[in-house]
């Protein structure tokens, strides 16, 4: 490995202002919302797709691996670091257009640097009918970079890989591929057919370092005609069961097309607001008698959740008959919303307040970014949550890795039963609070037949030890979900090597598929995979 040959090289290929090795650059690119090791040797910015070519040509003429990131807001899962120690970042943020846009048959087309809210404000601009799927990461995440990621958002379109279609990719080689028919210059169903002819290969780019995709098409959602919100809470844990296997034929039947999220109350509360020092007199994890007092005041339940309804208004009013039939006797409170009341609940928040003693305003802050969530309206409400146990109050411009935030996420998934839910609630409940841990857990019934959990580990990594502690809790947690068959969706950097206890057949062929497209190991080493 020739590292300074190569980055020699990359400056004279970027310019030194694309070719970043200065210590602070380097260190802040190392820094991630949990314990990383790793060493970067340079920051790359490549401004089109011939640039990371001729950037892969010399990682592989001499041998110094690169590690692509979109736009390295993976935070929980380790930010923009690497797998693996001594690797250049290969950063894409500026291939930042849109290139591709079709209004009548709702696709858009865009290159790894286009963020949710530059593709938000491109269909504003538009005037467009169409809604995109939007996450509660930042404003400026990259739309690609989640999708690769196989992450989810809050709209019938939240599970995004299964809304793409026609990749282009660059392999470790240089040499470019297009998924589906794209392979065929003139294929006119390129954006809207994603299976093309032969062999099916979107996958194999996804968790993945078998190459870098530099365009991604995604199917938009035409706005309903009429949009309603519902939510529910229950009051015990115990109720946990019952309420998923209410919600599992309305989500299996189509009634409920959106993904529901369900929240427990530290959730909420994280939510809502920061660790409460002064009540808890410095005591973690947060006491039960401290975490009463919040459920009183602010009216909390055990468990709370919301989803959306979209269609015609006599679509909207049929699924609203079926759930209240569904949910009644099985939760606390079922309300629902559209623009109107959520309106009116704005208007008469403060004299409610005064009148019943509930922070009807404080609460509405919350309300609304969901509510427009799942309306495809990018929202970084959700973030402030990682500042969950730091003392000061998060800044205007909120960035975990560089504010010392203590954030990692375990993301197991399970059938959509309410056993399941039980147990890995269990499971939670036991673990995390015997590492001085709050239970943190959304679940989301991603899918008609299936449970995406979120368990948040949020810490202060500036309070000595405290790093260690919740990696090891993290590896625990991990170990007893797998003994127990809850596998996660998607790994961090510290955890890839649970790929090893797949069966040895699929181990075999990954590698010898990374053996042929990436015969240098110049790409993203160890990234989904030991090989």
């Given at each position: 490995m020739d590292t300074d040959t190569a980055i020699k090289a990359w400056c004279d290929l970027l310019g030194t202002e694309n070719t970043l090795i200065q210590s602070e650059n380097l260190q802040t690119a190392q820094t991630a919302t949990f314990a990383t090791q790793q060493q970067i040797l340079a920051i790359l910015r490549p401004e089109n797709i011939e640039q990371i070519q001729a950037c892969l040509k010399i990682a592989n003429e001499y041998c110094v691996p690169v590690y692509p990131i979109s736009g390295g807001k993976n935070w929980g899962y380790g930010s923009r670091v690497p797998v693996k120690d001594n690797c250049a970042l290969l950063d894409l943020s500026k291939l930042n257009r849109i290139v591709d846009y079709n209004e009548k048959l709702a696709y858009v087309t865009v290159e790894p640097g286009v963020t949710q809210r530059r593709l938000y404000e491109f269909l504003q601009k538009q005037q467009s009918r169409l809604w995109m799927d939007a996450t509660g990461s930042s404003h400026d995440s990259s739309i690609i970079g989640n999708a690769i990621e196989r992450g989810f958002g809050h709209t019938p379109y939240g599970d995004r890989f299964a809304h793409i279609c026609g990749l282009e990719v660059v392999l470790p080689t240089g040499e470019i591929i297009h998924t589906g028919l794209g392979q065929f210059s003139n294929a006119k169903a390129a954006p809207v057919y994603r299976w093309g002819v032969g062999a099916f290969l979107d996958g194999l780019f996804s968790q993945s370092n078998f190459g870098i995709v530099t365009k991604m098409t995604?199917?938009?959602?035409?706005?309903?005609?009429?949009?309603?919100?519902?939510?529910?809470?229950?009051?015990?844990?115990?109720?946990?069961?019952?309420?998923?296997?209410?919600?599992?034929?309305?989500?299996?039947?189509?009634?409920?097309?959106?993904?529901?999220?369900?929240?427990?109350?530290?959730?909420?509360?994280?939510?809502?607001?920061?660790?409460?020092?002064?009540?808890?007199?410095?005591?973690?994890?947060?006491?039960?008698?401290?975490?009463?007092?919040?459920?009183?005041?602010?009216?909390?339940?055990?468990?709370?959740?919301?989803?959306?309804?979209?269609?015609?208004?006599?679509?909207?009013?049929?699924?609203?008959?079926?759930?209240?039939?569904?949910?009644?006797?099985?939760?606390?409170?079922?309300?629902?919303?559209?623009?109107?009341?959520?309106?009116?609940?704005?208007?008469?928040?403060?004299?409610?307040?005064?009148?019943?003693?509930?922070?009807?305003?404080?609460?509405?802050?919350?309300?609304?970014?969901?509510?427009?969530?799942?309306?495809?309206?990018?929202?970084?409400?959700?973030?402030?949550?990682?500042?969950?146990?730091?003392?000061?109050?998060?800044?205007?411009?909120?960035?975990?890795?560089?504010?010392?935030?203590?954030?990692?996420?375990?993301?197991?998934?399970?059938?959509?039963?309410?056993?399941?839910?039980?147990?890995?609630?269990?499971?939670?409940?036991?673990?995390?609070?015997?590492?001085?841990?709050?239970?943190?857990?959304?679940?989301?019934?991603?899918?008609?037949?299936?449970?995406?959990?979120?368990?948040?580990?949020?810490?202060?990594?500036?309070?000595?030890?405290?790093?260690?502690?919740?990696?090891?809790?993290?590896?625990?947690?991990?170990?007893?979900?797998?003994?127990?068959?809850?596998?996660?969706?998607?790994?961090?950097?510290?955890?890839?090597?649970?790929?090893?206890?797949?069966?040895?057949?699929?181990?075999?062929?990954?590698?010898?598929?990374?053996?042929?497209?990436?015969?240098?190991?110049?790409?993203?080493?160890?990234?989904?995979?030991?090989?």
């Open positions: 995604f199917w938009l959602m035409p706005a309903p005609e009429y949009f309603q919100s519902f939510s529910f809470t229950i009051k015990e844990d115990q109720q946990l069961p019952d309420l998923i296997d209410a919600l599992q034929p309305l989500r299996l039947n189509g009634t409920i097309k959106s993904a529901v999220h369900v929240g427990n109350s530290y959730k909420v509360l994280s939510a809502i607001r920061q660790y409460p020092w002064a009540e808890a007199e410095g005591v973690t994890p947060l006491p039960e008698s401290v975490k009463e007092q919040f459920i009183k005041a602010w009216k909390l339940s055990a468990w709370s959740g919301s989803g959306g309804l979209y269609g015609t208004k006599q679509q909207v009013a049929e699924a609203r008959r079926l759930i209240k039939q569904a949910l009644k006797g099985k939760v606390e409170k079922l309300q629902f919303l559209d623009d109107q009341t959520l309106q009116i609940a704005k208007a008469v928040a403060k004299p409610y307040q005064r009148l019943t003693g509930l922070n009807l305003p404080e609460m509405l802050k919350l309300l609304r970014p969901v509510y427009r969530l799942m309306q495809g309206i990018p929202s970084e409400s959700q973030l402030a949550s990682t500042y969950w146990r730091k003392k000061t109050p998060p800044p205007r411009e909120m960035n975990p890795d560089r504010d010392g935030c203590g954030l990692i996420w375990c993301a197991p998934v399970a059938p959509l039963e309410g056993e399941h839910a039980a147990k890995i609630n269990q499971i939670v409940q036991e673990i995390l609070p015997s590492y001085g841990f709050e239970p943190i857990i959304s679940m989301t019934l991603l899918t008609e037949r299936c449970l995406s959990t979120i368990i948040t580990i949020a810490y202060d990594r500036e309070v000595p030890g405290e790093d260690e502690q919740a990696m090891n809790c993290y590896n625990t947690l991990l170990e007893k979900l797998t003994e127990e068959g809850y596998y996660p969706y998607r790994l961090g950097i510290q955890s890839m090597d649970l790929l090893q206890k797949g069966e040895e057949s699929y181990q075999k062929l990954l590698k010898q598929l990374k053996k042929s497209i990436d015969p240098n190991q110049v790409l993203a080493p160890g990234r989904y995979g030991s090989f």
